[in-house]
């Protein structure tokens, strides 16, 4: 078990830096709020450590490198909205969850959560 969770950390960790980390569209962002006015659980990817400093008010703290051990504890009805301090961890958590088959909103970090979207016009 921890075997298989070191390759899949070695695994995600590797594609992320071959991949950058992008900023959050404004209509991912508005999708995933939609998502959270719906009910969606927000979970806080970092360590406790930088959870205790500062959170998205709500979230929970699942720390990746604790992600296998308690995802089977978040509610199956419940989509998931994740972020992190940059986004990289987000996106492993993200990559993780839809791959158990879970509805999930990356918004990489929590300025990105926070930030204000610009009205939309018709």
Same mark, same amino acid.
């Given at each position: 078990?921890?075997? !298989?969770? +070191?390759?899949? &950390?070695?695994? #995600?960790? +590797? *594609? @992320?830096?071959? *991949?950058?980390?992008? $900023?959050?569209?404004? /209509?991912?962002?508005?999708?995933?709020? $939609?998502?959270?006015?719906?009910?969606? +659980?927000? &979970?806080?990817?970092?360590?406790? =450590? /930088?959870?205790? =400093?500062?959170?998205?008010? $709500?979230?929970? !703290?699942?720390?990746?490198?604790? +992600?296998?051990?308690?995802?089977?504890? &978040?509610?199956?009805?419940?989509?998931?909205?994740?972020?992190?301090?940059?986004? *990289?961890?987000?996106?492993?958590? @993200? =990559?993780?969850? #839809?791959? $158990?088959?879970?509805?999930?909103?990356?918004?990489?970090?929590?300025?990105?959560? /926070?930030? =204000?979207?610009?009205?939309? @016009?018709?």
């Amino acid at each position: 078990m921890k075997k !298989n969770l +070191l390759y899949f &950390i070695i695994l #995600i960790a +590797l *594609s @992320t830096l071959f *991949s950058a980390c992008s $900023k959050v569209s404004d /209509e991912d962002l508005r999708i995933a709020h $939609k998502a959270y006015e719906n009910g969606a +659980l927000i &979970i806080d990817v970092r360590t406790k =450590e /930088e959870y205790k =400093e500062k959170h998205i008010q $709500k979230a929970v !703290n699942i720390a990746l490198h604790n +992600l296998e051990k308690y995802y089977k504890y &978040i509610p199956q009805n419940k989509a998931i909205i994740v972020y992190c301090a940059t986004g *990289s961890r987000s996106s492993m958590a @993200t =990559e993780f969850l #839809i791959g $158990k088959g879970r509805t999930v909103y990356d918004v990489a970090t929590q300025e990105d959560w /926070e930030r =204000e979207l610009p009205q939309i @016009t018709k």
